[in-house]
């Protein structure tokens, strides 16, 4: 699996965004993600499992100006 | 001053036709810092006919490193009215008013209504969901344009959505965010996003190739990538979703 354009060593069955979010530390709120191209809402983290050929984008959604 | 649109009537893209819709438009810009300032500098030498400037701020010495239509002279200034005395010496034919006061939920849509374009220049989630929500409203396209340390991106949300709740919906999430006070930002880095915002606008209005509608475009301008996703309305959005 790919996070970020980078091989994710930690992929394993039944691996949720959740679990790449929470695993990988990203502690800043706003997330946006897409799997394979497709955007993924917030509410479907918890709920999208992950194939170990999948490519995953985690971009934080920013605000300053 | 029939040459000074030259470049643009032999882009045919453009052409007289879409220069002339360019100095038909009105565009608001909230926020005249590091995103506003080349903004409004691009968008006034490309022709627009009116731009709307709004900032409470006044000038301040560390804002020049990045807010490059300010001078040492305008420090301790109103931001809007440094801004608009240096835009209307590069383009006379451009009317530009300011205004000095925050947005509120008291004056943005009657604000809003007198343009066409929204330009979100702003470093704050508040004010970010106040203009979201007054686009989605007003159905107005909201030109999305954000910056962090080397980071930037673009995207034009509003008028029947995706919008920004989609994306992120604070009654969700309240963790705190990094105040823009708090972060570090290359110089250089909101001229770029502030002129890809500008483009996006110019494109919106004379119709030109694949505008950033319901797509943002995100920037890595240290490693010099470039990432995009196409957003699309979220249904749990309390805004223009069903949510």
Redesign the interface.
């Known amino acids: 699996m790919m996070l970020n354009d980078r091989p994710y060593p930690d992929w394993h069955e039944g691996l949720t965004i959740q679990g790449v979010i929470e695993h990988m530390n990203f502690t800043w709120p706003k997330l946006v993600t897409k799997v394979n191209g497709q955007l993924v809402w917030p509410e479907d983290y918890p709920n999208v499992v992950l194939a170990e050929n999948d490519d995953l984008k985690i971009h934080h959604l920013l605000a300053g100006g | 001053m029939q040459e000074r649109y030259h470049r643009h009537y032999i882009l045919p893209q453009v052409g007289r036709e879409g220069q002339k819709k360019i100095q038909n438009s009105k565009v608001l810009i909230v926020?005249v810092?590091?995103?506003?300032c080349p903004v409004a500098l691009e968008l006034v030498a490309a022709g627009v006919g009116t731009i709307g400037l709004v900032d409470f701020d006044v000038v301040e010495e560390s804002n020049l490193q990045r807010q490059i239509l300010y001078t040492e002279q305008d420090v301790g200034k109103p931001k809007v009215e440094a801004a608009a005395r240096h835009l209307r010496e590069r383009n006379s034919q451009c009317k530009i008013y300011c205004i000095n006061d925050k947005i509120s939920p008291e004056n943005c849509v009657q604000l809003f209504g007198e343009y066409d374009i929204i330009v979100?220049?702003?470093?704050?989630?508040d004010t970010?969901y106040l203009i979201s929500d007054t686009c989605i409203q007003l159905r107005k396209p909201h030109v999305y344009?954000?910056?962090?340390e080397f980071?930037?991106?673009v995207a034009i949300l509003g008028t029947d959505g995706p919008c920004l709740r989609?994306?992120?919906?604070p009654a969700?999430?309240?963790?705190?965010?990094?105040s823009?006070q708090k972060?570090g930002?290359l110089g250089a880095v909101?001229g770029v996003i502030g002129s890809m915002q500008a483009c996006e606008v110019l494109k919106y209005i004379v119709g030109a190739g694949e505008s950033l509608e319901g797509t943002?475009v995100?920037v890595n301008l240290l490693d010099m990538?470039f990432?995009r996703?196409?957003?699309?309305k979220?249904p749990?959005c309390p805004c223009c979703g069903k949510g």
């Open positions: 926020g810092g590091g995103l506003g979100d220049a702003t470093d704050n989630f970010r344009g954000a910056i962090y980071y930037g991106q989609c994306l992120s919906d969700k999430d309240q963790r705190e965010t990094v823009a972060i930002v909101p943002m995100f990538t990432d996703i196409a957003l699309s979220n749990h």
